[in-house]
């Protein structure tokens, strides 16, 4: 598919969107991301790879009702789109390609005293 390689985070932020349907919106991928991976994102860096997966088609978006509690703003909660779901499963199965064509003998470390 040409044009919708995914790059590591971009990646990540994919997989978020999934963990959390159907609440996945900036702040939750922003905080899930560090709940599970433990690395620092800033909301902009996650809004950033938001927009190019969806310049890209890859995931959709739509506002929620706007509440008290956010000052009346609407939250952007966004999806996985089929041709999302299908990039997902090409890197998902390009990585697997590669494990298994890993020599079992590459991973084993040596320890040295």
Not at 31 to 40: A, L
Not at 83 to 93: D, F, Q, Y
Request: proline share 2%; aromatic share 6%; hydrophobic share 35%.
């Amino acid at each position: 598919m040409k044009g919708t390689n995914l790059g590591e985070f971009q990646e990540l932020v994919l997989l978020t969107i999934g963990v959390l349907y159907p609440e996945a919106y900036g702040v939750s991928i922003k905080d899930e991301i560090r709940k599970k991976t433990g690395r620092k994102v800033t909301l902009s860096t996650v809004h950033g790879a938001l927009n190019r997966l969806e310049k890209k088609g890859l995931v959709s978006s739509e506002f929620g009702e706007a509440t008290s509690i956010r000052g009346g703003k609407r939250k952007r909660y966004f999806t996985i789109t089929s041709s999302g779901v299908k990039a997902l499963e090409e890197t998902r199965e390009q990585r697997e390609e590669l494990w298994n064509a890993i020599p079992q003998q590459a991973l084993q470390v040596k320890l040295t005293t």
